[in-house]
Each structure stands twice: as C-alpha cells, then as structure tokens.
C-alpha cells in the first residue's frame, strides 16, 4: 500500500544551530539534549502525522518540505530538516535512516510556513 501524506505548519522548524542544550556529565564528557522549542515541535508534527498506521520498519520514504519565510533573517535551507526526520521516527517509520530521498525548498514570503510532505517509495 502507498502512503503520502501533507502537513502545514505555521511556523518554521528550529534551527539546528541553536535546538539544543549542552550539560556535562561527572566523567567530563558532554551531552547534547533538545531544548523545549524542538520538543514542542516534534510533539506537533507527531500529532500531525498520526494516522492510525502502524510504524513501518522496512519501507523506503521521501520527505518534501516547503520553507516559508516571513522576515529577512538568514537561514540554511537544511537548518531544521534532522528535527523534521526525527520527529516521525517511531511514528511513520522506525527509524530516519529509512528515508532515502529529501528536497527542500525554501522561499521568502509574507508569513512563516512549513509544509511536509511524506511518501512511500516503491
């Protein structure tokens, strides 16, 4: 069975650069974890993404992503994309490395937006 299916979001996914917070352990050595910002956002797309399936944990996917940006801040086109992949880990596959293709595409508009779009290759 194919499976595709799009999201909206009115806002742009963290940056990448600045989603997580570092702490060092009692050994020294440190741990990266991911700041609110980036939990509440990959709590959004889950939600959104939840349709009922069962987790796949052999398909092939892609990803499609449209970046709308409202403001005139400078941004790498791939700044958000692992947050994006890691949020649906667990929900339309196991795990990220299942995702085969990603295209992003980013343009400056009026307001923030985020579309995703996921699919099954065959």
Known sequence: MDF????????????????Y????????????FPNKKVLDWK?????????GR?????GRYG???????????????DSGIKF???SLSGIIWEDDN?????HIYKER???HRTVISVYQLT
């Open 4 to 19: 595709t299916k799009t999201c909206e979001f009115p806002q742009l996914p963290p940056n990448i650069n600045n989603g």
């Open 21 to 32: 917070i570092h702490s060092c352990t009692k050994d020294g050595k440190v741990r990266r």
């Open 109 to 111: 508009t009026d307001e």
């Open 98 to 102: 299942q995702v085969s293709e990603v």
């Open 63 to 77: 990803v499609e992503v449209f970046i709308e940006m409202g403001d005139k801040r400078k941004r790498d086109v």
């Open 84 to 86: 994006i992949l890691d």
């Open 54 to 58: 069962n987790v796949d944990r052999e």
């Open 43 to 51: 709590e959004e797309i889950g939600w959104a993404f939840k349709s």
